[in-house]
Nanobody, 118 residues
Framework: QVQLVESGGGLVQAGGSLTLSCVASTRTFSNYAMGWYRQAPGKERELVAQITSGLSTDYADSVKDRFTISRDNAKNTVYLLMNNLKPGDTAVYYC????????????WGQGTQVTVSS
């Protein structure tokens, strides 16, 4: 079982930046693909960005060129740098982890709130 703990959320004005962090409790962190999801009130959870063990990345169209996902395997941590934030980015952001044989993400954090004011 992998435990994931997110941090870094908060209130920011439109155009501002935030960096989310997620620390994983596993000795084999480098083997995991990591993802950031978000869920806004009344909406379904959506994939924001993900990074594989091989450092390939993928982004939702709505955040391309604004958000950057990265990982530090020595610190068991994945980051989400969010620039030029918009009110539409307001959501609870969740960290998720999976191994190559998982069809989806079985491991989830508790989430961190990001609120962007206009």
């Amino acid at each position: 079982q992998v435990q994931l703990v997110e941090s870094g959320g908060g209130l920011v004005q439109a155009g501002g930046s935030l960096t989310l962090s997620c620390v994983a409790s596993t000795r084999t962190f480098s083997n995991y693909a990591m993802g950031w999801y978000r869920q806004a009130p009344g909406k379904e959870r959506e994939l924001v960005a993900q990074i594989t063990s091989g450092l390939s990345t993928d982004y939702a169209d709505s955040v391309k060129d604004r958000f950057t996902i990265s990982r530090d395997n020595a610190k068991n941590t994945v980051y989400l740098l969010m620039n030029n934030l918009k009110p539409g980015d307001t959501a609870v952001y969740y960290c998720a982890a999976k191994l190559y044989f998982h069809s989806g993400y079985p491991y989830w954090g508790q989430g961190t709130q990001v609120t962007v004011s206009s």
